[in-house]
């Protein structure tokens, strides 16, 4: 099986869990508040690296506690941290203003310094898969080079390349469904659709009551590049990757639930 490199913030949540979002200038009360691991690289590292993945984590964290709650985070998931740079500062945060029906409203915290990080390409082989779960201009080169050396290269929208074989993103991501790659668009309760060689393929969202759909995306994300590391089909990997969102906002976390093997 070929190893994962996963680009991308690592963030440490805050979940308020609302009874709705208030307009300006009103108040609402949490009736729940927790602390937890999160952002859209991490959570896809540890997805795959639960399902049994060999996965390398690329990103930052800050020389703050949250840094070391992600660091201890990621190593007890058997996720590779070679490549996490620890920049001064904090890391990554968000709340996460989540309601009733699952659905949350997103606030950084924190600048975002991800586009200074290296990325490491001459470590990543022939076959390997990369994914940007995040994509700023400099990354460009990087995933060219990548490209070119034989790994399949990913990345969630704008990452428009001729390096990448597939963008996967909401539909809020996507301004313009490019013609020149695959774009998967995740549409919620509404499914996915695929859009590839100029036709467009819908596939329904699996029916799930949703308690948090944070995460959601992300475990879609792995889902779907689990499926390519074992050579199977677009539409194999979108369906686990429905499986494993499906999963993940049944339950209170930011990181995806996964089965620990596939």
Same mark, same amino acid.
């Given at each position: 099986?070929?190893?994962?490199?996963?680009? @991308? /913030?690592?963030?440490?949540?805050?979940?308020?869990?609302?009874?709705?979002?208030?307009?300006?200038?009103?108040?609402?009360?949490?009736?729940?508040?927790?602390? *937890?691991?999160?952002?859209?690289?991490?959570?896809? %590292?540890?997805?795959? =690296?639960?399902?049994? @993945?060999r996965v390398h984590m690329v990103g930052?964290?800050?020389?703050?506690?949250?840094?070391? !709650?992600?660091?201890?985070?990621?190593?007890?998931?058997?996720?590779?941290?070679?490549?996490v740079q620890v920049l001064p500062g904090?890391?990554?945060?968000?709340? &996460?203003?989540?309601?009733?029906?699952?659905? *949350?409203?997103?606030?950084?915290?924190?600048?975002?310094?991800?586009?200074?990080?290296?990325?490491?390409?001459?470590?990543?082989?022939?076959?390997?898969?990369?994914?940007?779960?995040?994509?700023?201009?400099?990354?460009?080169?990087?995933?060219?080079?990548? %490209?070119?050396?034989?790994?399949?290269?990913?990345?969630?929208?704008?990452?428009?390349?001729?390096?990448?074989?597939?963008?996967?993103?909401?539909?809020?991501?996507?301004?313009?469904?490019?013609?020149?790659?695959? %774009?998967?668009?995740?549409?919620?309760?509404?499914?996915?659709?695929?859009?590839?060689? @100029?036709?467009?393929?819908?596939? /329904?969202?699996?029916?799930?009551?949703?308690?948090?759909?944070?995460?959601?995306?992300?475990?879609?994300?792995?889902?779907? &590049?689990?499926?390519?590391?074992?050579? *199977?089909?677009?539409?194999?990997?979108?369906?686990?990757?429905?499986?494993?969102? %499906?999963?993940?906002?049944?339950?209170?976390? =930011?990181?995806? !639930?996964?089965?620990?093997?596939?």
């Open positions: 099986m070929p190893d994962f490199w996963i680009i @991308g /913030p690592i963030a440490w949540d805050l979940a308020l869990y609302v009874d709705h979002i208030p307009p300006s200038g009103h108040f609402v009360q949490a009736d729940e508040g927790v602390e *937890r691991p999160g952002g859209t690289g991490a959570n896809v %590292a540890v997805a795959l =690296s639960q399902a049994g @993945g930052y964290i800050g020389d703050d506690a949250a840094g070391r !709650n992600m660091t201890t985070t990621l190593t007890a998931a058997g996720v590779g941290i070679d490549h904090h890391t990554s945060s968000v709340v &996460l203003l989540i309601e009733p029906d699952g659905e *949350r409203t997103i606030i950084g915290i924190h600048p975002d310094l991800l586009h200074t990080i290296t990325i490491p390409v001459d470590e990543v082989a022939a076959g390997d898969i990369v994914y940007f779960a995040a994509w700023h201009a400099p990354f460009t080169i990087p995933a060219e080079t990548m %490209a070119a050396a034989g790994a399949l290269v990913t990345s969630v929208p704008p990452g428009t390349t001729p390096a990448m074989r597939y963008l996967i993103g909401s539909r809020n991501d996507f301004s313009t469904i490019p013609e020149d790659t695959t %774009a998967i668009v995740t549409e919620g309760a509404e499914g996915v659709t695929v859009h590839a060689s @100029g036709e467009r393929t819908h596939y /329904p969202a699996i029916p799930t009551e949703a308690v948090d759909v944070t995460g959601a995306g992300d475990a879609f994300a792995a889902g779907f &590049l689990w499926e390519l590391a074992q050579g *199977r089909t677009l539409a194999e990997g979108v369906k686990l990757g429905r499986t494993w969102a %499906a999963a993940t906002i049944q339950t209170k976390a =930011s990181i995806p !639930n996964v089965p620990h093997s596939c």
